[in-house]
């Protein structure tokens, strides 16, 4: 891996472990803030709401070179994870964790434009997914470390060391990135026009309702492995690390399908996967071999679908408008986790926290996105260059 392919994934680890160690460490953080495990489901969906708004960030910032604009987002890394790990009460803890997340879909944006940059020729998707890599890494390795903080010290500790990642974040990028020229200019409308076509509306709704279909489910994985798999809280760590080894799987699997076939074909193949995941979820009495199984299942699913979607609106932004495309796909992907997070929590409540009912809750929402990218794939991928390959391999 090339150092400034490393230097993004680094950027990408410590996002990834910023959103997704919350899940880990979610009895805790609920615990120590007083509140109930559907409440604290808020702290997942203030960092998702960050996202979204965050993206701003790049209407104003169009004119920086990405190495700069990453350098920025890293800051806000820092302040955001540091106000977390030292938050009083939980009313600090959501703002803090809104801060988090205000750098999360504008690094990707700019990060995939930046792999891409940086990419050998016909490389895009693998460098894009290397890059994914990074966050995928943090489910493997830097979430279950944060759970396992949570569980033996502090779930506070996890967000200090995710501050201080951020300052060696900066100095990586800063030695390693070279300057890379900024986006074609094309006024604040130019970075929208994109947007006037039904084709990026057609992923972005597909990110969304698959996110928000898996996410019904994903954010409560951890009382989910201990109250259906009947595991001690002691062992989930050890899951998180198994869930994080199947996004890096996944995400690698599915950057080398995209390379050779059709993106928006591969990344309903994933979301087809996550969705038989929760079906089996939410139709099984589970068992700690099975809970253990489907959470390997789920993550692999999730992160197949990460770099096909994040390269497709890149490449649908081309003209000025592919950082705010490559933003984009986190914004819904982040707008699904806050709506999954939120249906999960009111499904959990209304059904007497049954830890199926979140599952089978996602189950047609996720279908829904498989759908859309179908037609998106049957529709404007008919006579790509990836098609004509797989016909001249014959796969």
Known sequence: ???????????????????????????FAAHDMHVTIPQAGWFITLYATGVCLGALILVFGRKLSPKTLIIFFMVLVLVGNAMAALAPNAAVLLIARFISGLPH???????????????????????????????????????????MLGEMISWRYAFAILAAWGVMTMVLVAAWVPYLTPVEDKGLAGQFKFLAKPGPWM????????NTGIFCWWSYVSPWL????????????????????????????GGKICDAWRHAGTAALGQAIATTGLIVIALTPGSRLLCAVLTL???????????????????????????????SVQIAFNAGNALGSALGGLALNASGMNYHIPALTGVPISALAVL???????????QTDAASRMREIHV
């Open 1 to 27: 891996m090339k150092r400034s392919i490393l230097a993004l994934a680094s950027g990408a680890f410590v996002l990834g472990a910023s959103e997704f160690v919350m899940m880990g460490i979610l009895p």
């Open 105 to 147: 879909g504008a690094f990707f944006g700019t990060a995939t434009l930046a792999a891409k940059m940086l990419a050998g020729p016909g490389k895009e998707a693998q460098s894009v997914a290397l890059m994914v890599t990074g966050q995928t890494f943090a489910n493997m390795v830097g979430v279950p470390a944060g759970t």
């Open 203 to 210: 992923i972005l709704a597909a990110v969304l309702l698959g």
């Open 226 to 253: 201990t109250h259906i798999g009947g595991y001690q809280s002691a062992h989930v760590p050890w899951l998180m690390m198994l869930a994080g080894f199947g996004m890096v799987v996944g995400g690698l699997v």
């Open 297 to 327: 299942w789920l993550a692999f699913g999730m992160f197949f679908i990460s770099s096909p979607q994040q390269l497709l609106m890149a490449e649908a932004g081309k003209g000025g408008g592919e950082l705010i495309g490559g933003a």
């Open 372 to 382: 859309s990218l179908l037609v998106f794939t049957l529709k404007y991928e008919t």
